[in-house]
């Protein structure tokens, strides 16, 4: 129950596309869903999070969909660039403890 | 965002010997840090939990006698691999928190690599 589970593993996409990953909890005690970009041997980097009451939450080029009813959330990537070539994660947390359980990953090129 | 830095970003050390990773907030006053584990390709595991002044919280599988945390200063907090083994090399991460709240601040990371 404790699982976020991330889909797809791996994406290609090309410049100028769109790039969307998805995630499913099971926890209704989570309340905040947070997505991070990580590059390889660094440390992630917060992107977007969002709260459950809210539906939607844009910020430059990317847009988290949150869907409370089906317990899922998205990250969408407009006008992908090869830049945005890295792996991303999603995480949940609920209040009281704060902890993040991360999604298992996608790992996202973008090709030029 | 707030700043988060790890020391050192790498290092190799030899089986039995034990290792110190720091982890600093330098902007803000973290009272709760978090300590993750990565394998390679992998997603971050939290291995423990920090609030200053007290013991870490470890996670259901962790031994605390050998990732020792201590969390002494609202800015600085240390994880300890302890008789390391080369099972333990792995990509350790660390974040802070100002408590009570959601948002983490990640540092860079620190690669252990035992031999």
């Known amino acids: 129950q404790q699982q976020v589970k991330q889909s797809p593993q791996s994406l290609i996409v090309q410049k100028g596309g769109i790039s969307i990953i998805n995630c499913a909890y099971e926890?209704?005690?989570?309340?905040?869903f947070p997505w991070y970009q990580q590059f390889p041997g660094k440390g992630p980097a917060l992107l977007i999070a969002?709260?459950?009451?809210?539906s939607e939450k844009k910020e430059g080029r990317f847009t988290i969909s949150f869907n409370k009813s089906a317990k899922q959330f998205s990250l969408h990537i407009m006008d992908s660039q090869p830049g945005d070539s890295a792996t991303y994660f999603c995480?949940?947390?609920?209040?009281?403890?704060?902890?993040?359980?991360f999604g298992t990953g996608t790992r996202l090129k973008v090709l030029a | 965002g707030a700043v988060v830095s790890q020391h050192p970003s790498r290092v190799i050390c030899k089986s039995g010997t034990s290792v110190k990773i720091e982890c600093r907030s330098l902007?803000?006053?973290?009272?709760?840090m978090f300590w993750y584990r990565q394998f390679p390709k992998k997603s971050l595991m939290l291995m423990a939990t920090?609030?200053?002044?007290?013991?870490?919280?470890?996670e259901q599988g962790v031994e605390k006698d050998k990732f020792l945390i201590n969390h002494a200063s609202l800015t600085l907090s240390t994880l300890t691999v302890t008789s390391a083994h080369p099972e333990d090399s792995s990509f350790y991460i660390c974040?802070?928190?100002?408590?009570?709240?959601?948002?983490?601040?990640f540092g860079p990371g620190t690669r252990l690599t035992v031999t």
């Open positions: 974040s802070a928190s100002a408590g009570g709240v959601y948002e983490q601040y």
């Open positions: 926890n209704t005690a989570f309340d905040y």
């Open positions: 969002i709260r459950p009451d809210v």
């Open positions: 995480a949940a947390s609920s209040r009281g403890t704060y902890k993040y359980i």
């Open positions: 902007d803000f006053q973290a009272t709760t």
């Open positions: 920090s609030n200053e002044g007290s013991k870490a919280t470890y």
